[in-house]
Nanobody, 127 residues
């Protein structure tokens, strides 16, 4: 069973940085996509950034391009989201999610909705 455990959230001032980590385990295939999603109060959950397991291709939603960077450490089975120049509108619960047999483009628009989710970590950007 795939398990995803997020960490690294917290409170940060505008303009600050945070790095989220997603420790992944239980994959039975090397062909999957994994990414970061977020949900702010009263808003729909959205894809932030995703990465492919086999080719390492990445995608980002427009609002985070140039500020966020997704990466992976295969030896540690961990996916990271480096978030710089944080803005109050980045405040949300951030989730790590994964799905087999899909592309990074598809998983990041949740088409289909990923089947494996972590518990989420809160990111609050406020002065």
């Amino acid at each position: 069973q795939v398990q995803l455990v997020e960490s690294g959230g917290g409170l940060v001032q505008p303009g600050g940085s945070l790095r989220l980590s997603c420790a992944a385990s239980g994959f039975t295939s090397d062909y999957y996509a994994i990414g970061w999603f977020r949900q702010a109060p009263g808003k729909e959950r959205e894809g932030v950034s995703c990465i492919g397991s086999s080719d390492g291709r990445t995608v980002y939603t427009d609002s985070v391009k140039g500020r966020f960077t997704i990466s992976r450490d295969n030896a540690k089975n961990t996916v990271y989201l480096q978030m710089n120049s944080l803005k109050p509108e980045d405040t949300a619960v951030y989730y790590c999610a994964a799905e087999y047999g899909t592309t990074v483009e598809a998983i990041c628009v949740m088409w289909p909705r990923p089947g494996y989710w972590g518990q989420g970590t809160q990111v609050t950007v406020s002065s």
